[in-house]
């Protein structure tokens, strides 16, 4: 029997090792209460958290001592539009991004359910969508985009045990304690988007991530950057496209339940088709559905070709635009 429990011991021990190093340093920081999942200036981030699991938490966390009663929604693109920009259009500066990469009807349904739940007020909401946020309608398993169970309802113990099995992929898990080892963000490392660095700036209070390293590329680099990566920015069919429709009967019923909740609050809502660089609009009547439950004049089409998207300029790469482009459609939008 001593034998037994020496060989178990001796076999569970490596596993012991690497739950004890998990639980010790948290690296998805979803054990454990932070005041800020990042630093106000932060150059040491090499990997990104659940931006869902950080959105709802740090909106949770400071509630109380900001009273948000302002919204940016949507995917990564919803960070490009700046809240400066955006609290001198509403006059308001109680403005949060409540938003998450990858984010799905999905989730924007259950953000806003969970602030009417807890008798939140929503006087403002800028929601910025394209096809693909709308055809998504559950939630997404994948670790680093799956909803906080705050908002889903899920369970709590399934979303945890998620992130355990993610560290324990060989292939992470090597390469993390490579970098606590080394300090360093190896080539491997980011050619297999394991870690890799991001120059960021952060600002808690609206949640507003900023990516210093790709602003300033740009910024700097000014025509040479679009010079260097032509092959990336394709040439694009001069001929209007339209995608597939995206809108069926259980997006129906959650942009109804959307709306719902948006009448009851009495809010101020504009909802921003965005303008992809591939110039591809909604489908007809995906655009008309929209329209007919949010009102026309709540919804703002950006997408297609037109004098944003004919401009690369207004372009990191082909999926993301510039807080510039951003802002043309927010001073478009609030001059109406």
């Known amino acids: 029997m001593k034998k037994l429990f020496l060989k178990l011991l001796l076999i569970s021990s490596p596993i012991l090792a690497v739950l004890l190093l998990y639980v010790w340093k948290d690296p998805f920081k979803v054990l454990?209460?932070?005041?800020?999942?990042?630093?106000?200036?932060?150059?040491?981030?090499?990997?990104?958290?659940?931006?869902?699991?950080?959105?709802?938490?740090?909106?949770?966390?400071?509630?109380?001592?900001?009273?948000?009663?302002?919204?940016?929604?949507?995917?990564?693109?919803?960070?490009?539009?700046?809240?400066?920009?955006?609290?001198?259009?509403i006059h308001d500066t109680n403005t949060y991004h409540f938003n998450a990469i990858f984010e799905s009807l999905y989730g924007v349904e259950k953000k806003l359910k969970y602030l009417d739940k807890q008798g939140k007020p929503i006087k403002n909401l800028l929601l910025i969508i394209d096809a693909k946020l709308l055809s998504k309608v559950s939630n997404d398993p994948r670790y680093t985009v799956t909803k906080d169970p705050i908002t889903s309802g899920e369970s709590a113990i399934r979303f945890q045990l998620n992130y355990v099995k993610?560290?324990?992929?060989?292939?992470?898990?090597?390469?993390?304690?490579?970098?606590?080892?080394?300090?360093?963000?190896?080539?491997?490392?980011?050619?297999?988007?394991?870690?890799?660095?991001?120059?960021?700036k952060y600002d808690v209070k609206r949640n507003e991530t900023i990516q210093v390293y790709a602003n300033e590329k740009i910024i700097y680099g000014k025509k040479n950057y679009y010079q260097v990566n032509k092959d990336m920015f394709y040439k694009r069919d001069t001929t209007q496209q339209y995608g597939q429709p995206a809108i069926g009967d259980t997006q129906m019923v959650m942009l109804r339940n959307i709306k719902a909740i948006l009448n009851k609050k009495g809010t101020n809502y504009k909802i921003v088709i965005s303008p992809l660089y591939n110039q591809i609009k909604l489908a007809p009547s995906d655009l008309r559905i929209l329209q007919n439950i949010f009102g026309a004049g709540s919804v703002y089409d950006f997408a297609g070709i037109n004098n944003i998207t004919n401009d690369v300029h207004n372009y990191y790469e082909i999926y993301h635009y510039r807080p510039q482009a951003a802002k043309q459609m927010m001073d478009s939008i609030y001059a109406r």
């Open 32 to 89: 454990y209460h932070y005041d800020a999942y990042y630093k106000k200036d932060d150059s040491s981030v090499v990997f990104d958290y659940n931006s869902d699991f950080v959105s709802t938490r740090t909106l949770i966390n400071n509630f109380s001592k900001y009273q948000y009663d302002s919204y940016i929604m949507g995917g990564s693109r919803s960070g490009y539009f700046e809240m400066k920009d955006w609290e001198g259009h």
């Open 166 to 200: 993610a560290f324990f992929n060989y292939k992470f898990l090597y390469a993390y304690c490579d970098w606590l080892a080394t300090g360093e963000v190896k080539k491997y490392m980011r050619r297999q988007q394991l870690l890799y660095r991001t120059y960021i």
